[in-house]
């Protein structure tokens, strides 16, 4: 076992990671256990699962009704993320659809999948050829035949439960079965079926990383459906055990280690990376290889940051497209109470989806959506809106129960196209606790997303009368899904793009961005199995590469 080297402080590797995310963690892991030597630098502190909880528990009604995941994870003192009760403005937002990118990501170590609802889906194969099979975004440079073998590796680290049923898979294009079956519908969940499929909407279950059988170290889902925020007892999985798993075969993982800087030499080949430990000190770390994967937003504002005098705009930035084509699946919610009781909360936080329109040539002139029925107990809105009444005693009582019994909540995705006006920049005000500027963004979701929006209030309204509904509500102002994507986007040409197929940037031949940022295009589904994909797809590169030497 080859382990990184320290001297004074500072650190040599063959292989040095930023970012012990899902996506960081996962390329930590691979590379270890090909015996290199692995350094990753993580600006966040280590979290205690069982901390997690009783913050949770602890918080007060209006934070949990709230949905506030990101209030009970302790902040480092050098690493701000983003929060909301009250608004920290770490992310400062603007342009037209600014709010719709209020974005939820952690810096812990493990990552953003601590708080996230582990729904793994895959891309479409026509998902990768956006501009020429319906004339708008871009194209990927890889096909997804070649990112398949990646999402079996992927589904497979992640303990991925699916329906093996290929009637209920979306897409179906897959050369092997998922790793566990799916996680069991619940009475709402087959209901819910039962009333929309026979008129031409596909509910299918989710794909998930949610164990339904002992799986590596994990237990089996009990359904308790806490799994935003935090699972408490790891069913789900996090990226935490990604570290668990590279730790234990010799990768370190320095907490509170804060990147800020990186050497380049006169070929414009990365020589070390500088960071900051929790008493503001720097140090060093030198290596091989470099890996920066801190998400889609807080890498291309290290690599913003990381400017130099060879690199004057940045590194990788030579095309000036680093921090450009930001992109979120921004969404809404349509609420209603049904007409017969579905009894949502049984279960995971999610497990069933209307994949139906993801895809169709209407694509050519609008946005696809994807409508996901919330799982997440209805008993806090419920409760919230029975209050509202003026109920007291046994009649509030009742009211929670029928709320909670007959709600429905549905999350409605749509899909964005990367466009170089939605920008990431450096603020030219607002700075961290160590001095380093703050994020900007600059968002727009667009008119073919907004015409997509127009496209799925119909079907909802379809889908309420279906249920008979009452109270149907569709929420007006566009919403954050938190799957970032763009910022270091892939293309097959150093002049529009950061990044080759394999994730590697264009300007620097040792320097690796998987994840998010290099996708081209967001498709509906959630995004983070492909960005696992793109992860183990860069290791098998980088892999490659050292054994040259
Ligand atoms: C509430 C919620 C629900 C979600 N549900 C889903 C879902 O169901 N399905 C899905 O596909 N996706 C979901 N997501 C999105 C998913 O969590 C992210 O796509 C995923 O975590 C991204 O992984 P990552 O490794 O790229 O980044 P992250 O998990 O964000 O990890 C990046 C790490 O880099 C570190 N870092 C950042 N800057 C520096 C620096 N300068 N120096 C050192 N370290 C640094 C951070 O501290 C962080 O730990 C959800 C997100 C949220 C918030
Ligand atoms: S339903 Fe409960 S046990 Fe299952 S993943 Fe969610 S929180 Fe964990």
Sequence with gaps: MKAPVFTNGDAHADVVIVGSGVVGAMVADQLVSQGYSVLVL??????????????????????????????????????????????????????????????????????????????????????????????????????YDELEPFYCQAEEEMGVAGPSDPAMQS???????????????????????????????????????????????????????????????????????????AEQKGAVVLAEAVAYKIDTDENNRIVAVHWYDGDRTSHKATGRQFVLACNALETPRLLLLAANDRNPNGIANRSDQVGRNMMDHSGFHCTFLANEPLWAGRGPAQNTCLVGPRDGDFRSQYSANKMIVNNITQVAPAT????????VGRDLDAEIRRRAAYGVDLSISLEPLPEANNRLTLSATRRDPLGLACPDIHYDVGDYVRRGAEAAHAQLEHIGKLFGATEFNITTSLNANNHIMGGTIMGDNARDSVVDGDCRAFDHDNLWLPGGGAMPSASVVNSTLTMAALGLKASAAIIKQLARG
């Design 384 to 391: 919230r809106q029975a209050l509202k009444m003026g109920l």
């Design 42 to 143: 993580e600006a966040g502190l280590r979290i205690q699962r069982g901390q997690a909880v009783e913050n949770w528990r602890n918080m007060p009604f209006e934070n949990r009704v709230g949905s506030d995941f990101q209030g009970l994870y302790p902040q480092a003192a050098n690493a701000p993320a983003p929060l909301y009760f009250p608004e920290n403005n770490y992310v400062g937002l603007s342009g037209p659809s600014g709010s719709s990118f209020k974005q939820g990501y952690l810096r812990t170590v493990g990552g953003t999948t601590w708080h996230w609802a582990a729904s793994c889906w895959r891309h479409l194969p026509v998902d990768l050829k956006m501009k020429s099979v319906y004339g708008v975004g871009r194209d990927w440079p890889i096909s």
């Design 171 to 245: 897409p179906v294009e897959r050369s092997r079965p998922y790793p566990m079956d799916m996680v069991p519908w619940s009475y709402g969940d087959t209901r819910f079926a039962e009333v929309v499929n026979p008129h031409g909407y596909r509910s299918v279950p989710i794909p998930q990383g949610r164990s339904t059988r002992p799986w590596q170290g994990r237990p089996t889902c009990c359904g308790n459906n806490n799994c935003q925020p935090i699972c408490p007892i790891g069913a789900m999985y996090n990226g935490i055990h990604h570290v668990q798993r």
